[in-house]
């Protein structure tokens, strides 16, 4: 697979920021901006099949890979979620994109949830896919397939050792090894995987900074944003899904749906669900 076939009419480019540049790509839609901040072990690249439906009905959609992810450069710090934020912010900025739906998963949800409390003049609307920012509310009560029986901790070790070091040597041999990525392909998914392959092998061990930055407060973020917010969460059991709606109801306007079968990568597991969801909660607004 070429760089030339994932794209299929979308186009790339860079821009910089205060330490590092940016890489992005852009369906170029002629609706409103749909602006795509990833997880830690993704790049902008692999989150293009599973938001192409959005740019199918016509949002312009533009994802990017975060420092120290994909194409874009990786200083040794920057990584706290005030530095993402300010990337996310910069990228909407110089590509003039007015009144975007801001759209992150995992460590993109934090980082989304910080800039539209940083800026909340800035986003249309907000889209959170299990931002890391409540992960820890899951702890011992989870019903996530990508949470194990040690809860986040077991988790976030998983991450961990997938960027230090190699996590196999070529693409062929991780989409071998890898039970996840396997489980993609036998279901047919060969695209996702191979391009969840090739984010896996292009993660910089300095991206790790931002598992040591500290944790971002719900009850300080949330109620500074002010535009309408969908989180999609994965499914849990029911005293943390307690946890999470208390916690989402420090939104001004917000909606929580907990999305039952999903794990931690909630657009990936549940794809035509989540993407019913956030649809309809756009044609909202």
Request: charged share 30%; with cysteine.
């Amino acid at each position: 697979m070429t760089i030339a076939d994932t794209l299929d009419g979308w186009s790339e480019g860079d821009l910089e920021v205060d330490d590092a540049s940016l890489h992005y790509y852009r369906s170029g839609g002629g609706g409103r901006p749909f602006v795509v901040a990833h997880g830690i072990t993704a790049d902008g690249r692999s989150r293009i099949p599973l938001v192409e439906p959005l740019a199918d009905a016509g949002y312009d959609v533009v994802t990017y890979d975060a420092r120290g992810h994909g194409r874009s450069g990786a200083p040794a710090d920057g990584y706290e979620y005030a530095d993402q934020a300010a990337d996310l912010v910069t990228l909407v900025d110089a590509l003039e994109l007015e009144e975007p739906v801001l759209y992150g998963h995992s460590m993109g949800g934090t980082t989304v949830a910080v800039a539209a409390a940083t800026r909340p003049d800035l986003p249309h609307a907000v889209v959170l896919e299990d931002p890391e920012l409540l992960l820890g509310l899951d702890a011992g009560d989870s019903a996530a397939d990508d949470v194990d029986a040690d809860g986040e901790n077991g988790f976030l070790e998983t991450i961990t050792e997938r960027i230090r070091g190699q996590p196999a040597a070529s693409r062929e041999e991780l989409l071998e090894t890898d039970a996840g990525l396997r489980t993609l392909a036998d279901a047919g998914r060969d695209r996702l995987a191979t391009l969840l392959a090739d984010a896996y092998l292009r993660v910089d061990p300095n991206a790790e900074g931002v598992l040591a930055a500290d944790r971002v407060d719900v009850a300080e973020v949330f109620p500074a944003i002010e535009a309408p917010t969908l989180i999609l969460k994965a499914d849990a059991g029911p005293a943390a899904r307690e946890r999470h709606r208390e916690a989402a109801s420090h939104l001004a306007d917000g909606r929580l749906v907990h999305v039952d079968g999903a794990g931690h990568c909630v657009l990936r597991d549940r794809h035509e669900r989540a993407v019913d969801e956030i649809q309809s909660f756009l044609e909202e607004r």
